[in-house]
């Protein structure tokens, strides 16, 4: 007994030593037994077992559009940042929130004007329960010194409240259903910048199909829920790790976020 549970935990902590940092189904699974019996022959006629076609659109479209309406009818009763918090906290239409340690929602001055949105939360923010804590943070935290900035005169947040398993992509249901929460966000916030980290925060934000290669550098404009905010999309710093010629690009595009807040500033 003692033999199998040391087994057990030696290859469970191989794993881990592997880079396996979760586990994907809630139950185990048994890939040795037997596959299962195929279901008894139905009784009925053929004609009568098959059940109404629906298309594959037809499918999840209801569900996904009333959560995504209940998702906006609590955003938009959110008051305040704190109530935006509690309200995300409870909200468990996203699938993304089981999985997840915890809700990462956001960090920094909500008061500094200027607010950071990246993509969604990797291991370490899903551990702490802050954004851009890990690697990508890190160079973030190093691009804010660059400008003059810290987490005291600089907001943080990303489209996507829970790490999804992996840190793979968000799927399009799980950003629909954070977007009513963000653009909340933002209202609540009312930053006198934003700045968008890699594609799926253009995408989301300027509701674009374009790259972030097109993107970048070039001021935008947020006009939704009485807003109308200057944007600069930029790179993202994960792809600034793996990429470090595209930081000159970057710089400066902060160096014209600098300016242009401090054009606003002095207004
Ligand atoms: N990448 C993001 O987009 N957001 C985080 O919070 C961390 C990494």
């Known amino acids: 007994m003692t ?3 040391d087994l057990a935990l030696a290859l469970l902590r191989w794993q881990v030593e592997m880079g396996a940092d979760e586990a994907i189904g809630d139950v185990p699974v048994n890939r040795l037994a037997a596959p299962p019996a195929p279901p008894p022959q139905a009784a009925e006629p053929r004609a009568a077992a098959v059940p109404p076609v629906r298309t594959p659109q037809a499918l999840p479209l209801e569900p996904v559009q009333e959560s995504v309406s209940t998702a906006r009818r609590i955003a938009q009763g959110c008051k305040s940042l704190e109530e935006l918090r509690d309200a995300l906290a409870r909200f468990d239409l996203c699938p993304l929130r ?7 929602l956001a960090d920094g001055n909500p008061d500094s004007g200027l607010m950071f949105i990246g993509e969604a939360p990797g291991a370490d923010e899903d551990r702490q329960g802050l ?15 660059a400008i003059g900035r810290d987490r005291t005169s600089a907001y943080i947040t990303n489209t996507i409240f829970w790490r999804p398993p992996g840190n793979r992509t968000p799927t399009s249901l799980e950003s629909e259903l954070c977007v009513p ?8 916030v009312r930053p006198k910048l934003l700045v968008l980290l890699g594609k799926q925060a253009a995408t989301v934000v300027l509701e674009s199909a374009e790259g972030i290669t097109r993107l970048r550098g070039k001021w935008k404009t947020y006009a939704r829920n009485s807003l109308d905010l200057p944007v600069m999309p930029t790179y993202h710093p994960a792809y600034l790790l793996r990429n470090p010629p595209a930081k000159r690009e970057a710089w400066r595009d902060f160096l014209d976020v600098r300016n242009r807040l401090e054009s606003i500033s002095s207004v």
């Open 3 to 5: 033999d199998d549970r």
């Open 98 to 104: 089981a999985t997840a340690t915890n809700l990462v």
């Open 131 to 145: 954004p851009f804590v890990g690697a990508s943070g890190k160079l973030l935290d190093r691009m804010l010194a």
């Open 181 to 188: 929460f963000l653009e909340r966000h933002i209202e609540l």
